[in-house]
């Protein structure tokens, strides 16, 4: 199969769903004209125009308002934050607004928006433009969450996104902009709420999320020469979770580990740490670990960012503690 | 000065107009009246914010609008509602918190809606809704058709974010959006003067190049027909502006009584119901010899009736059963 970078899917996801379904607009800031900062919308101005493709003011909370005003009114806007650490300006208008507006109507209402937007670290882009706040949105009722972790998974989440009638938000990982990976040229969509097993094992189960499926992917390679199995889920949409692939892998391996990029406290892994010992407590042969970064903002310094963020190795030697606590 | 320069402009408006405002204005007070009366009485759960007072700004905006132009209102949002021609019995059910509600229970006063007329809900967040009558502006000219977008704020609004990125947005994009302030002095307990230093919110459209327009919002003709006014040149494609009604609500931010706290002296409120936009409209109507006491009057009994009606509606009306607790949430 081809290959293509994880953004160049990402424009590819948006060429094709806007050549099927007129009511798909894009709005943003500089996505028209200059094709957007990490160039994701490159060609969808030329292509479709200033009417379908619309640069707006700096204005998050405004426009990522009127693409609810407008998915309410039969649009399917795509609304592009750029950084996602831009969503506590415009927070209000995806949580109390397309969150809830179909509940608050009585079901009459639907608001299939999709916010796009890129998080997390290891750029050096400083404490405001690196982090992961993918569990302050899942912790809402009525939004749809989804990291893809490939180029693959990109065009799919993006495209089950764009056609899901609920608002949905697509976490892009910055540092795997330019990562190549086999994309089907005909448009597919992955629906929202399916884990994908990207490899199987007998040991452990590493749940990762986001750019931690390759980083625990390079880790079970390296575990593997150790003579240890390891499972690697990677949970595509935290919201919602896909519980019951988690649970039935470690039912099966009755270890766990839960990796994300975000701060350990509170992630997405406490969530589903606490739902695995709920669920299944008596298979665990060890605690349920969890690996995230440190409880501190995203530095600038690569020297501190390269320690913060967890990578292979740290994956690697939780799985190795985990195993030895345990027996193999 | 001409004599016609003096007549009354309620000689200029065609009488069903009038009298529209007229039936409009009433079924505001009375529900509004009564829903403070069941509150008070422990009737019914939840906050109220009385729209009473500010009628002839509800009324003589919605008049100016069809059921394909949208509204998106305020925490303050029944009039809204009703002016646009809401089903007072699903009102009443949802404010009871009934399953035949407008939410079907879930929402309550401050999140009425009804697509099928345009009204794109209230809404508890102040300025929350700012932003989606932009985009239902924006919606309506991709989709070629002509309808208009009006959302209603407040004075306290004027101060918040969403209203700005909304003004500056809807400028430059040049959508069809009026902008309706209705000025009632107050955000919430802090006086206008305390909460920003210019007399008139509609200065502010000028910082986005956008026209407005100041109207006595106690009287429903000048709203209706500088409404009239600016509606048409949205739909013209002429770009957005800005409506500023001065008006005033006769009870407190929330509830009949509120939290007493004198905030307002009783002199200024008297003074404002003595220029009562439902009276004034009587008087001038009867004035001109275009309607009689009793038809008006007539016009309040039918309301009465039909309120009495709602409220039964509303109150008989099934709990929601917990069971459906997760209805709604998501779209399957």
Same mark, same amino acid.
């Given at each position: 199969?081809?290959q293509?970078t994880?953004?160049?899917?990402?424009t590819?996801?948006?060429?094709q769903?806007?050549a099927?379904?007129e009511?798909?607009?894009v709005?943003?800031?500089?996505v028209g004209?200059?094709g957007?900062?990490?160039?994701?919308?490159?060609?969808?101005y030329k292509?479709?125009?200033?009417r379908?493709?619309?640069?707006?003011p700096?204005?998050?909370m405004?426009?990522?308002?009127?693409g609810?005003?407008a998915?309410?009114r039969?649009?399917?806007?795509v609304v592009?934050l750029m950084f996602?650490?831009f969503i506590g300006?415009?927070?209000?208008?995806l949580y109390?607004?397309?969150?809830?507006l179909?509940?608050?109507?009585?079901?009459?209402?639907? *608001?299939?928006l999709?916010l796009t @937007?890129? +998080? %997390?670290? #290891?750029?050096?882009?400083?404490? $405001?433009?690196?982090?992961s706040l993918?569990?302050?949105?899942?912790?809402v009722?009525?939004?749809?969450?989804?990291?893809?972790?490939?180029?693959?998974?990109?065009k799919?989440?993006m495209v089950?996104?764009i056609?899901?009638?609920?608002?949905?938000?697509?976490?892009?990982?910055?540092?795997m902009l330019?990562?190549?990976?086999?994309v089907?040229e005909?448009?597919?969509a992955?629906?929202?709420g399916?884990?994908n097993?990207?490899?199987?094992?007998t040991d452990?189960?590493v749940?990762a999320?986001g750019?931690m499926v390759?980083?625990?992917?390079?880790?079970?390679t390296e575990?593997?020469?150790?003579?240890?199995?390891?499972e690697v889920i990677?949970?595509r949409?935290?919201?919602p979770?896909?519980s019951?692939?988690?649970?039935?892998s470690?039912r099966?391996?009755?270890?766990a580990? *839960?990796v994300?990029?975000?701060? @350990?406290? +509170? %992630?997405? #892994?406490?969530?589903?740490?606490? $739902?695995?010992?709920?669920?299944?407590?008596?298979h665990?042969?060890?605690?349920?670990?969890?690996?995230?970064?440190p409880f501190?903002?995203?530095?600038?310094?690569?020297v501190?960012e390269?320690?913060?963020i967890?990578?292979?190795?740290?994956?690697a030697?939780?799985v190795?503690q985990?195993?030895?606590?345990s027996?193999a | 000065m001409t004599?016609?320069?003096?007549?009354?402009p309620?000689?200029?408006?065609?009488l069903?107009v009038?009298?529209?405002?007229h039936?409009?204005m009433?079924r505001?007070?009375?529900f509004?009246?009564e829903?403070?009366?069941?509150m008070e009485?422990g009737?019914m759960?939840?906050f109220?914010h009385l729209?009473?007072?500010?009628?002839?700004?509800?009324?003589g905006?919605?008049v100016?609008?069809?059921?394909?132009?949208?509204?998106t209102?305020t925490?303050?949002?029944?009039g809204?509602?009703v002016?646009?021609g809401?089903d007072?019995?699903?009102?009443?059910?949802?404010?009871?918190g009934k399953?035949?509600g407008?939410c079907?229970?879930?929402?309550?006063?401050?999140?009425i809606?009804?697509l099928?007329i345009?009204m794109l809900?209230a809404?508890?967040?102040v300025?929350?809704g700012i932003?989606h009558?932009?985009?239902?502006?924006?919606?309506s000219?991709?989709?070629?058709?002509?309808?208009v977008?009006?959302p209603?704020?407040?004075?306290?609004a004027?101060n918040?974010g969403a209203?700005?990125?909304?003004?500056?947005l809807?400028a430059v994009?040049?959508l069809?959006?009026v902008f309706v302030?209705?000025?009632?002095g107050?955000a919430e307990?802090t006086p206008?003067a305390?909460?920003?230093?210019?007399e008139?919110?509609?200065?502010?459209?000028a910082?986005?190049?956008?026209p407005?327009e100041?109207?006595?919002?106690?009287?429903a003709?000048?709203?209706?027909?500088?409404?009239?006014?600016?509606v048409?040149?949205?739909r013209?494609?002429q770009?957005?502006?800005m409506?500023?009604?001065?008006?005033?609500?006769?009870?407190?931010h929330?509830?009949v009584k509120?939290?007493r706290t004198?905030y307002?002296?009783q002199?200024e409120?008297?003074?404002?119901k003595g220029?009562?936009a439902?009276?004034?409209?009587?008087?001038?109507?009867?004035?001109?010899?275009?309607?009689?006491?009793?038809?008006l009057?007539?016009?309040w009994?039918?309301t009465?009736?039909e309120?009495?009606e709602a409220?039964?509606?509303g109150?008989?009306?099934?709990?929601?059963?917990?069971?459906?607790?997760l209805?709604?949430v998501y779209?399957?």
């Open positions: 199969m081809r293509i994880y953004v160049q899917a990402f590819e996801s948006l060429m769903v806007m099927e379904d009511d798909v607009v709005i943003g800031e500089d004209f200059y957007g900062v990490f160039k994701a919308f490159d060609g969808l292509t479709y125009g200033e379908r493709v619309v640069d707006t700096i204005s998050e405004g426009f990522l308002g009127m609810v005003g998915a309410a039969g649009l399917r806007p592009d996602f650490d300006v415009a927070l209000d208008q109390n607004q397309a969150a809830k179909k509940y608050m109507f009585g079901g009459d209402l639907t *608001v299939p999709t @937007t890129a +998080g %997390g670290a #290891g750029l050096s882009a400083g404490p $405001q433009h690196s982090q993918e569990a302050w949105l899942a912790h009722p009525g939004l749809k969450v989804a990291l893809p972790s490939s180029a693959h998974d990109v799919g989440l089950g996104a056609r899901d009638d609920n608002p949905t938000v697509v976490i892009l990982n910055k540092r330019g990562t190549k990976g086999p089907p005909e448009l597919y992955i629906p929202f399916q884990a097993t990207v490899r199987r094992g452990v189960t749940v999320v750019r390759p980083e625990s992917v390079t880790a079970a575990l593997a020469e150790a003579g240890i199995d390891v990677d949970v949409t935290v919201q979770l896909d019951s692939t988690i649970l039935d470690v099966r391996t009755n270890r580990v *839960v994300h990029e975000a701060v @350990t406290f +509170g %992630g997405i #892994g406490a969530e589903i740490a606490s $739902q695995i010992q709920e669920e299944a407590f008596d665990l042969d060890a605690p349920v670990l969890r690996i995230g970064a501190s903002p995203v530095p600038f310094s690569p501190l390269k320690a913060y967890p990578d292979s190795h740290r994956i030697d939780g190795r985990l195993v030895q606590r027996g | 004599e016609t320069a003096l007549e009354d309620v000689t200029t408006v065609a069903e009038l009298h529209d405002l039936r409009r009433i505001i007070r009375l509004e009246e829903a403070g009366k069941l009485g009737r759960p939840g109220l729209y009473v007072g500010q009628e002839a700004v509800a009324a905006v919605m100016t609008l069809g059921v394909d132009d949208v509204i209102s925490h303050r949002g029944h809204h509602a002016a646009k809401a007072l019995r699903y009102m009443y059910a949802e404010l009871f399953q035949t407008y079907k229970g879930r929402g309550g006063s401050m999140h809606n009804d099928s345009g809900g809404n508890g967040i300025g929350g932003p009558a932009v985009g239902a502006a924006f919606a000219r991709y989709k070629g058709t002509d309808s977008a009006v209603f704020f407040g004075d306290g004027s918040i209203f700005h990125e909304s003004a500056n809807a994009m040049r069809p959006v302030c209705e000025n009632n107050y307990f206008q305390k909460h920003m230093l210019l008139n919110v509609a200065d502010r459209a910082s986005y190049g956008m407005s100041i109207v006595d919002g106690m009287d003709v000048a709203v209706y027909l500088t409404a009239k006014r600016l048409a040149n949205a013209a494609g770009g957005p502006s409506l500023e009604a001065k008006t005033y609500r006769y009870y407190d929330q509830g509120g939290l004198p307002r002296t002199e409120i008297d003074s404002w220029r009562d439902i009276t004034a409209l009587e008087q001038r109507m009867i004035g001109a010899e275009l309607a009689g006491a009793d038809e009057r007539k016009v009994d039918e009465r009736h309120i009495v409220i039964k509606f109150e008989d009306s099934p709990d929601p059963d917990p069971a459906d607790l209805d709604n779209t399957a």
